[in-house]
């Protein structure tokens, strides 16, 4: 059932495109694709979807063209709909040399349909985590590089909590409230609010729902005999309440940008997202000491895991012209040897994810250590919503804006998403 429910998904990415929670459209085309690249050297392209690491993906391939005559390394970030260029590239059988991808579905969807090449026999490919080898791989072969782990959660603001003199996280729901009590008590807002944006919503509640589910309701989803309404959504829907309650005025006019600097610049004392949102705030506020927890949703503090999964793929076209390049580009990518290479600009700096390998970190931020911390307890579990089927973020973020703005009641925010998700398998 699931190599059906694969194909089928494919065959709708012709037609409807991909699911994927990461912006990006051709908006522009900033390098012709094709054989020759600066000076005369081999042109390999990346395509990422738009996000405030770019600069950082760019210099890490600076770095890489400074080394060698041979070829030109190029990233090319999409700043629109990320799933329209992917069907457009899919459409017209012009895939780039190397691409982002969702791990679990949306890899498997390229592989099973023999778009991307079989990694396995790359040395990179032995070094990746065995706790993270489903994320990209495909009937038992690695078809993606998993390029970073990421961790969803609470970010706080050490300062603003200190202030309000709150010295310990919350670790359950009632710890949660009290927090958000004391803030309110010294007229400092608790959340910054993104909820104009779905894909963040869709980050938030699978963290909530991953706190309340069975570790066999995953299968059940995509066998279809699943539901995302359980006798502990009370548990989901009563945070989302809380959230709703404290984070300011007219929050749903709040998108990601607006939340990120909110809380950067300490207009708010927590946001619920991933390290991605600090990826400006060294800009905003340089002197920004920033904490991170589990969300606490409900009332066992062991539920408070952080959620931590692969975050990006890179996978490799398997048409493309010039793969001997294009593996050793990618090699570079994934060399943890190289204290000097892409894995120095794209994952140790602030608001940057460690790669999902060794490599020695030298963030000396208190996000970080908490982050260790969790991951050296065992205390973390995956992203759920990645591996339900590609396209759900389509569904699950538009359903609680709706529950956000008012519009649906949680038995119909709940039956929104479950007939979202039996049309995706359908």
């Not at 390394?73 to 590239?89: C, H, P, S, V, W």
């Not at 060794?358 to 205390?379: H, I, P, R, V, W």
Request: glycine share 8%.
């Amino acid at each position: 059932m699931k190599k059906k429910v694969i194909s089928v998904l494919l065959a709708g990415l012709m037609v409807l495109g991909l699911a994927g929670c990461q912006g990006g459209t051709s908006e522009q085309e900033s390098k012709t694709e094709g054989s020759s690249g600066d000076g005369g050297k081999t042109a390999v392209k990346l395509v990422v979807w738009s996000s405030g690491a770019a600069e950082n993906f760019q210099k890490g391939a600076d770095a890489f063209n400074s080394r060698q005559d041979k070829i030109d390394f190029q990233i090319e970030m999409q700043t629109g709909d990320y799933n329209q260029y992917l069907r457009a590239k899919v459409a017209s059988d012009d895939l780039p040399d190397m691409f982002f991808l969702n791990p679990y579905s949306q890899v498997q969807q390229f592989a099973e349909n023999d778009r991307i090449l079989d990694l396995s026999d790359q040395e990179f490919s032995s070094k990746i985590y065995d706790s993270v080898k489903d994320a990209y791989s495909y009937e038992g072969k690695a078809y993606a590089y998993p390029m970073c782990l990421e961790m969803l959660g609470i970010y706080y603001n050490v300062d603003l909590f200190e202030e309000a003199g709150i010295t310990e996280v919350p670790k359950t729901f009632a710890e949660m409230e009290e927090v958000c009590r004391k803030l309110q008590e010294k007229n400092i807002t608790p959340f910054a609010a993104t909820y104009k944006d779905g894909w963040t919503l869709n980050h938030l509640f699978s963290c909530l729902q991953g706190n309340v589910v069975g570790d066999s309701w995953v299968q059940e989803m995509n066998e279809g005999t699943g539901s995302f309404a359980n006798d502990r959504s009370e548990e989901v829907f009563r945070f989302l309440d809380l959230m709703k309650d404290n984070s300011g005025s007219n929050y749903m006019d709040a998108d990601s940008t607006a939340g990120f600097n909110a809380f950067a610049s300490g207009e708010a004392a927590m946001i619920a997202s991933g390290e991605f949102s600090l990826l400006n705030a060294e800009s905003v506020n340089p002197d920004l000491n920033v904490g991170l927890f589990g969300v606490p949703n409900t009332d066992d503090e062991a539920d408070a895991k952080l959620d931590v999964d692969v975050g990006i793929c890179i996978v490799v076209n398997k048409k493309s012209e010039h793969l001997e390049e294009t593996l050793e580009v990618l090699n570079y990518i994934a060399d943890n040897t190289d204290a000097e290479g892409w894995m120095h600009y794209s994952s140790d700096a602030m608001g940057a994810a460690p790669p999902a390998m060794e490599f020695e970190m030298q963030l000396d931020k208190q996000y970080y250590k908490d982050y260790t911390a969790y991951m050296e307890s065992g205390n973390s579990k995956p992203w759920i919503y990645l591996q339900l089927p590609s396209g759900i973020a389509d569904t699950v973020g538009p359903a609680v804006q709706g529950y956000f703005a008012g519009s649906t009641d949680m038995a119909e925010t709940l039956e929104v998403m479950d007939v979202g998700c039996q049309e995706l398998l359908e």
